[in-house]
């Protein structure tokens, strides 16, 4: 018997073997007050149809579980509540490079899950090419309160910060593909 040699084409998918390109991850705990916005917007954009180049999940606090996600994405959009000493309702953007920092000051018990995640990716050489956080400055983040009016009122600017990233997500693996044509 003859093996074929292994090819990311028999995988099926143009960018490693991924069944969408554009991962777009809502994380953190709705039960601890503004720690809940990622797993919101998660919600808000699920409404929205962005076709199946586009996945957009709520990881709440899955943890490591979320790994395979990440593993077929080619770029990585994470939606959270952040704490970076900025006004609360403030919305931020990290880039990759700037995760590693965010995930250091630990504001719920999901951080540490998405901090061992991205790093055992990177371990297996799957971590997507491109990774933004969208975060939206926390007010609170103490148990089974509701979300600030701070974060609620910054939702929407949030949306929008994410739409546009997936937006140039797009363009950009319109762009890879074409080159590759």
């Known amino acids: 018997m003859k093996l074929e040699p292994y090819t990311e084409e028999l995988r099926g998918c143009p960018v490693k073997g991924n069944a969408y390109p554009v991962l777009v991850l809502g994380i953190g705990n ?19 149809d962005y076709g199946p180049l586009v996945h957009v999940e709520e990881g709440g606090t899955q943890g490591m579980t979320l790994l395979p996600l990440l593993e077929d994405a080619d770029t990585l959009i994470l939606l959270d509540a952040v704490r970076t000493g900025a006004l609360p309702g403030t919305v931020v953007t990290r880039s990759r490079e700037e995760l590693p920092r965010h995930f250091s000051r630990v504001m719920s018990p999901h951080q540490i899950g998405m901090k061992e995640v991205l790093g055992a990716a990177q371990l ?28 609620q009122e910054a939702l929407p600017k949030a949306l929008d910060t994410a739409e546009a990233l997936i937006a140039r997500a797009l363009a950009e693996h319109q762009a890879r593909k074409n080159a590759h044509a």
């Open 124 to 151: 297996c050489g799957t971590l997507p090419r491109a990774i933004t956080l969208v975060g939206v400055e926390a007010l609170h983040t103490d148990f089974c309160r509701p979300m600030s009016a701070e974060v």
């Open 30 to 48: 709705p039960l601890m007050g503004d720690d809940g916005a990622g797993v919101e917007l998660a919600h808000r954009l699920q409404e929205r």
